[in-house]
């Protein structure tokens, strides 16, 4: 089976930059997602790591290190608006493709 | 562009009562699945599957069924409803990974609130 452990609750202001971080058990997975879920809605897709480093889309980084099971999800220049829960997801091998979602980390971003 | 679109959007069921939510995809995703929400636990997987006619179990499948006759639905079914059913209800649709689209993508419909009493 596949474990992701998110902390739980994290808080920043405006302005700064945030490090949401994951870590997984796992036997085998093809990559690891984020995902952005505001009060209410649906989840909606970050980014996505298949290999080890950094991923870049505008103000949001995704790391993955397969050798540590450890990835992040990073947010610069924090706007009231990125309050919001955040999830990491492990995409399984071995034929099946299907993610499992961590627990979620609710980021509150203050003035 | 719809997207993932479920209907029903809220529901109140009396204990033993049966229903079914349906989800539906434009996009023409091989992938589909039906995830449970609750507060502190994340988005746990209730059945999945990976094409017409296929449906398969994930972590949490007990008290429900599903069903995918045509390739752009999935339908989720409640029997005889318990409270512990009472949840927010995601339906998500993707592609096969590595044949099109940004891999590890899933698409959300914006969810189904099912309040058993």
């Known amino acids: 089976g596949q474990s992701l452990e998110q902390p739980s609750e994290v808080t920043a202001v405006e302005g700064a930059i945030v490090q949401i971080n994951c870590t997984y058990q796992t036997s085998g997975f093809y990559g690891l997602s984020w995902y952005q879920q505001h009060d209410g809605g649906a989840p909606t897709f970050l980014s996505y790591n298949a290999l080890d480093g950094l991923e870049e889309t505008g103000r949001f980084s995704s790391f993955l290190s397969r050798s540590d099971s450890y990835g992040y999800l990073l947010l610069q220049e924090l706007q009231m608006k990125d309050s919001a829960s955040y999830f990491c997801?492990?995409?399984?091998?071995?034929?099946?493709?299907?993610?499992?979602f961590g627990r979620g980390t609710s980021l509150i971003v203050h003035p | 562009n719809a997207g993932v679109t479920q209907t029903p959007k809220f529901r109140v069921l009396k204990t033993g009562q049966s229903m079914t939510l349906l989800c539906a995809q434009d996009m023409n995703h091989e992938y589909m699945y039906w995830y449970r929400q609750d507060p502190g636990m994340g988005l746990r997987l209730i059945h999945y599957s990976v094409g017409e006619g296929t449906t398969a179990k994930g972590e949490v499948p007990d008290g429900y069924n599903v069903s995918r006759l045509k390739k752009q639905n999935f339908l989720l079914g409640l029997e005889s409803a318990a409270p512990s059913q009472t949840s927010v209800y995601f339906c998500a649709s993707s592609y096969l990974p590595g044949t099109s689209g940004r891999a590890g993508e899933l698409f959300f419909g914006e969810g189904s609130r099912l309040t058993v009493l």
């Open positions: 997801a492990l995409t399984a091998s071995g034929g099946s493709y299907i993610p499992t």
